[in-house]
């Protein structure tokens, strides 16, 4: 197996890594331009750059590029750094590309209604690879979801028992009921899943939670959960909702270090405030069958 392919393998496991390239040489190093070191999440390594310092050096960033998911280039003078005086260099130069190497991410979406159809289209423009989920027949089709990886239409107890949800993975409930979300989002909270989101209003995901933890789930479980769901634009109609949504998810993919204006009641709960509302309010799903 070469790295190419170990990459994808890495990929298609839900893992991340770093890929080491050596893209300038100048003088004499103990390997060659284009040379290529991926380091793996669990810090075991596929391939070489050379050994010696500048490898142990390149394997710590490659640690931190994978976790920031930012790439970085590294300059060594094997000249002039005593260190890397082992015997195994020749005084060269080089530099080395490290870039991440991050799985396909995943978006599953519970619930194929009009916030779902929506929410659909701007996540799948912005790269995320959409799995949608509804035990609806009419609503989980393929006709409402050309482009997605994958439609369930199934029961979701049935359907949440064979997905393998990993770190990479993102999940937003959106059902069309209080009982549909909090089925859901028992399972989720269980979850590796990077993101877990959930729409409607402060007080029915105070309710939702109280059941939840009379059942025995932890109290803090619950602080990861984006509830109500996406970053307070003003949101009113489902395709803003999506908007909102789509931004959170975003924000959450990059890591935006800045302060964000979210719905989540979880950043305001200090405040005693009880009257915050969500636009997600606006966003039930409809019950009848779509028009043909």
């Not at 619930?111 to 159809?117: D, I, N, Q, R, Y």
């Not at 402060?202 to 996406?230: D, M, N, W, Y």
């Not at 993919?253 to 719905?263: F, Q, S, V």
């Not at 405040?271 to 969500?278: C, F, K, P, R, V």
Request: glycine share 8%; net charge negative; hydrophobic share 40%.
């Amino acid at each position: 197996m070469d790295i190419y392919e170990e990459i994808v393998k890495l990929r298609n496991a839900g893992q991340r890594g770093a890929v080491a390239t050596i893209v300038n040489v100048r003088g004499s190093i103990p390997s060659f331009k284009t040379a290529k070191m991926l380091v793996r999440e669990d810090g075991s390594i596929f391939g070489t750059i050379g050994g010696g310092c500048v490898e142990a050096d390149v394997w710590r960033a490659a640690r931190e590029v994978m976790e920031q998911e930012k790439p970085r280039t590294l300059s060594f003078d094997l000249n002039h750094d005593p260190k890397y005086d082992t015997g195994l260099v020749c005084g060269g130069t080089l530099e080395i590309f490290i870039e991440p190497v991050l799985p396909p991410v995943l978006l599953y979406i519970f619930g194929a209604g009009h916030v779902s159809t929506s929410l659909y289209k701007t996540a799948k423009d912005v790269g995320f690879d959409v799995t949608v989920i509804d035990d609806r027949e009419a609503y989980a089709s393929r006709e409402r979801f050309p482009e997605a990886r994958e439609v369930i239409a199934q029961d979701f107890d049935q359907a949440m028992n064979s997905l393998q949800i990993t770190e990479a993975a993102y999940i937003v409930i959106v059902t069309r009921g209080h009982r549909d979300d909090m089925q859901v989002l028992r399972w989720a909270v269980q979850t590796k899943a990077r993101y877990v989101g959930m729409i409607g209003s402060k007080r029915k995901t105070i309710g939702i939670f109280r059941e939840l933890q009379k059942e025995g789930l932890s109290s803090q479980i619950f602080e990861r959960v984006h509830a109500p769901i996406g970053l307070d634009i003003g949101a009113v109609t489902p395709e803003e909702i999506a908007v909102a949504i789509t931004a959170e998810l975003i924000a959450v993919r990059r890591k935006a270090e800045r302060a964000l204006p979210h719905m989540s009641w979880f950043l305001n709960h200090k405040t005693g405030d009880e009257n915050l509302t969500s636009a997600s309010d606006h966003a039930a799903e409809p019950e009848t069958k779509p028009a043909e």
